[in-house]
């Protein structure tokens, strides 16, 4: 069964969450999470476009398939329209996120725990060291040479492990993840325990006593911080160093163009090899193109539009085709997709001709495009030169600023580019404010006209584009198994957006067994091939 | 039989024709080859100029074909069946004289008695 968690990634960016600073354990309370499920339901129900083979779960699940006004009661919505109203749904319904109080209240709840936590980590060492000369100052022993050396101990290990604690944990927010970070939770309810006994320790055996040894209690605090500094030790093996060893090797696979990259991975919960996934994701993928697709679709609308079944004698049995009892319409079911099939496989199948012919067309296209543009974009890079000092001073008249020499050319290679964008779809992902900006960029770097066009003639990586090209905000992790159980062999999840997906296989680096073997140096040596002799 | 690269080389050949004899399913002549130019050249102990890479024979079986037809050990194969020997890798050798489709191979093997008997006769009738 899958758990849906809500993941949302951009929570760093959000312009209130720049200045919070995280420090100890993220606990989500259970009934928070279902409550957000329910969000999540709203904003991410895409269903399959109508496409689809009417064989199989249509007429099992026991619609009228004779019914002619399908159109008007059953509720698949078409591709195009789905897409453009669910998307308004998703920026609208993200913005409500980003505004809602109950994201707030979980980030400081936490915010506040880590703070108390830590307050509570420093000030106790420096507690113990000023309650006695508060309490029972008079009864105390002068503090000898010994005693206040241990002091500077006790300064120096302070200072060493705020700075660790600031360098470890006061680290900007990278993600909001589903469920709690076990091992820092684990770690803050040690670092918890630890304190409390410490306290109670000092508050039976040395408040209620009144303790005169002095010295006794300084290293009781000294201990206290050493033993602190070893739990800061164990949190950087758990947080940090345990899942640098690759462990599993992930394959993770786009569902709409295939793009499969491959990654090393330790050990690692689900939630946290699924968020190094994300990171990933944005360097390593190439920018999601929907346009891409449509070819394939309107081919696959082809393939099945072209035959409908109907029945033209016979009622249908009413009674619902589910269960085992149903075999008649079952029967019927079969046969008609097993007639489809028939008529499919019989028909001369004309497509891939198409298919091969337009796509030697397209690249032809793009390939005389792409011609036109660089010669284009070449001549263009020589009616700007690059002043020098000295020229700057004896000419200052007409000189232009890396943008009013953008501007100056781009007009000439402005058509080009459009067209050629235009063949690889992938006009909508460039502005023309972004265009001339690169070209201004280009242009003060001292950059080829070659350079220039690079980033147009690739699709570059997600990161590289604007944020509303990237189609890819909101992250949701679908699991069958727990998400902050650990990566397995084997183990699949996905991660869906609202565009796509990525589909996540995960298998595990085999053991190697190794053995030695010893070469004398001295061992190698060689001799002339003897003749052969074959007998005939 | 020492040759000049470059040169054409020039033998004087006796033409041996042997039966191949059917034994079981292969078809054997009864003899062993040595040599090709894979081979080391040095290790053969039939020809006069160590670095001869040709294909000579090493062994015969008493009795077999190669025997009856007149092939000697130390003969050096010059050709079989019109497919030249004098620079063949010894595989090669082997598959000229191990064709299944063929019964009978003709070869051309040059020795040092013969070219002696040719110098005593032409000794005998000098040149003009």
Not at chain 1, 221 to 240: N, P, Q, R, T
């Amino acid at each position: 069964m899958d758990t849906e968690s809500t993941y949302s990634g951009y929570s760093y960016y959000s312009g209130r969450s720049r200045g919070s600073h995280r420090h100890g354990e993220r606990s989500r309370d259970r009934h928070k999470t279902r409550s957000k499920d329910s969000r999540s339901e709203k904003s991410v129900t895409i269903n399959t476009p109508p496409a689809e083979p009417l064989l199989g779960d249509s007429a099992v699940r026991g619609e009228q398939v004779q019914d002619d006004n399908w159109g008007e009661t059953t509720t698949a919505v078409t591709g195009t329209s789905e897409h453009s109203l669910s998307q308004e749904d998703i920026v609208r319904i993200t913005k409500d996120l980003e505004d809602s109080v109950g994201l707030d209240c979980r980030r400081y709840f936490t915010l506040a725990l880590a703070v108390i936590l830590g307050l509570l980590v420093f000030l106790t060492p420096l507690a113990f060291l000023v309650l006695p000369h508060l309490l029972w100052p008079e009864k105390l022993q002068s503090c000898g040479t010994a005693c206040e050396g241990l002091f500077i101990s006790v300064a120096f290990k302070l200072l060493i492990l705020l700075l660790a604690v600031w360098a470890l944990f006061f680290r900007p927010r990278r993600a909001g993840l589903p469920r709690v970070f076990v091992f820092r939770a684990l770690l803050a309810v040690l670092v918890l325990l630890f304190v409390v006994s410490y306290w109670l320790f000092y508050g039976v055996r040395i408040l209620d006593s009144q303790d005169e040894n002095y010295q006794g209690i300084v290293q009781y605090a000294v201990s206290l911080v050493d033993a602190l500094l070893f739990i800061h030790y164990l949190a950087i093996v758990l947080l940090e160093l345990r899942q640098l060893q690759p462990c599993f090797s992930v394959c993770v696979t786009r569902s709409t163009d295939g793009e499969i990259r491959h990654y090393n991975l330790g050990q690692l919960s689900i939630q946290r090899a699924a968020l190094a996934i994300l990171e990933h994701y944005y360097c390593d993928f190439p920018v999601s193109n929907p346009a891409l697709l449509s070819a394939s679709k309107s081919r696959a609308a082809k393939h099945l539009a072209g035959l409908k079944v109907y029945n033209v004698d016979g009622e249908f049995p009413e009674a619902p085709a589910e269960g085992p009892g149903n075999n008649a319409a079952a029967g019927l079911v079969h046969s008609q997709s097993r007639a489809m099939i028939a008529a499919a496989a019989r028909r001369r199948d004309t497509s891939h001709n198409e298919l091969y012919y337009e796509e030697a067309e397209h690249e032809r296209r793009v390939r005389k495009r792409k011609a036109r543009l660089v010669v284009a974009v070449e001549e263009a890079f020589t009616h700007i030169k690059r002043m020098q000092e000295e020229e700057q001073k004896k000419a200052p008249g007409d000189v232009m600023d890396p943008r009013e020499a953008a501007q100056a050319i781009f007009p000439s290679m402005a058509r080009a580019l459009q067209k050629y964008l235009r063949t690889t779809k992938q006009q909508h992902c460039h502005s023309m404010e972004s265009i001339q900006q690169h070209l201004a960029f280009c242009i003060t770097n001292n950059m080829t006209p070659k350079a220039f066009l690079e980033s147009y003639l690739t699709p570059g990586p997600t990161l590289q584009y604007s944020r509303d090209h990237w189609r890819a905000r909101q992250w949701t992790l679908i699991s069958e198994a727990s998400v902050t159980s650990g990566l397995k062999d084997g183990s699949v999840f996905l991660l869906r957006c609202v565009d796509f997906s990525l589909v996540v296989t995960t298998k595990k680096i085999p053991y190697i067994q190794m053995s030695e073997e010893y070469i004398d140096p001295k061992s190698h040596k060689f001799v002339l091939r003897l003749q052969s002799e074959t007998s005939v | 039989m020492s040759f000049v690269p470059g040169q054409p080389l020039t033998a004087v050949v006796q033409r041996i024709q042997i039966q191949k004899l059917r034994q079981g399913e292969n078809l054997i002549l009864g003899f062993s080859i040595g040599g090709g130019i894979d081979q080391d050249p040095g290790q053969n102990p039939f020809s006069d100029d160590k670095t001869d890479k040709g294909i000579y024979v090493t062994r015969i079986t008493p009795g077999g074909p190669a025997n009856a037809a007149g092939l000697r050990m130390g003969d050096k194969l010059m050709q079989v069946n019109g497919w030249d020997m004098t620079m063949v890798t010894h595989d090669q050798a082997r598959k000229r004289l191990t064709k299944k489709n063929e019964d009978v191979v003709r070869l051309l093997v040059t020795r040092k008695s013969l070219e002696e008997a040719v110098k005593q006769s032409m000794g005998c009738f000098p040149r003009q």
